[in-house]
């Protein structure tokens, strides 16, 4: 699961036949077409690639300015920023359920 190396999944698609075998049967090309040209709610997906986007950008920048500090100060910081992300990762969360 990509959740547990902090990764964000922009979309998933469940392909193990009990999700579409009472509904098409055998035919996984044609569940998986109609999944992508019907299903799929595009402007989330781009909200969810821009949120990764946005929190890959911001984690480059913190290895960059950790790499400079010292491990007390590191430490410190390291807690706040773990309140933070989590934080707003509640926040992300609340605002995409609430569509």
Request: one cysteine or more.
């Amino acid at each position: 699961t990509p959740l547990v190396w902090n990764d964000c999944p922009l979309l998933t698609i469940d392909v193990w036949e009990h999700a579409y075998y009472l509904d098409y049967q055998n035919r996984r090309p044609e569940f998986t077409s109609i999944f992508m040209e019907k299903l799929v709610n595009w402007d989330a997906v781009n909200t969810r690639y821009e949120a990764a986007t946005r929190k890959r950008e911001a984690y480059s920048k913190l290895l960059q300015h950790f790499s400079r500090l010292k491990k007390a100060e590191l430490t410190e910081k390291f807690k706040r920023l773990v309140q933070l992300t989590l934080a707003e990762e509640k926040s992300e969360r609340i605002a995409t359920e609430g569509r």
